[in-house]
């Protein structure tokens, strides 16, 4: 598999990671996105992703900023440095020390993991086409065409 590039969306904080080369990561990566409901326990944010992708080489610490599964309730668990409750899959890593950022804002209550859209030129393209036909309908939306020229918005 090598590892693969993911995306974790906190809403207010959007952080790069990779999964790394396992079959617990493989078969996460098989059923991405994901959106999980997060609860705290200390400096770990934890929720189920509803698949029991089994147990592969379960480890009792992961460092900083790691991506864990573990199938005891088919959690997803993002570690800021919390000792471990017990043996989990560590998956990934988030990259850099963009890892604390989560943790800092009480106020996250989901994510959504999904892969690392590589950007060429055909989906930038799309992206830029798919913008301007939405505005030209917002537009034309408010277009009031009784100001008179049908061309401004009232």
């Known amino acids: 598999m090598g590892e693969k590039q993911i995306i974790l969306d906190f809403e207010s904080v959007i952080l790069g990671a990779e ?44 460092p900083p900023g790691g991506i864990a599964y573990t199938n005891n309730s088919n959690y997803v668990c993002i570690f800021f440095g ?10 990934g890593q988030i990259k850099g020390d963009n890892w604390k950022k989560p943790i800092e804002n009480s106020s996250i209550k989901s994510v959504t993991i999904s892969e ?10 799309h992206t830029i086409q798919n913008f301007s036909v939405n505005y ?19």
């Open 136 to 154: 030209n309908k917002i537009r034309g939306a408010l277009v009031d065409t009784s100001c008179g020229t049908g061309n401004k918005i009232c």
């Open 82 to 91: 919390q000792t471990l409750a017990w043996s989990v899959e560590y998956i």
């Open 116 to 125: 690392k859209q590589k950007l060429n030129a055909f989906s930038l393209r």
């Open 19 to 62: 999964l790394f080369d396992s079959s617990i990561a493989a078969g996460f990566e098989e059923n991405l996105p994901y959106t999980v409901n997060l609860e705290q326990w200390g400096d770990k944010l934890y929720g189920p992703i509803g698949f029991n992708l089994g147990e592969e080489n379960p480890v009792p610490e992961i």
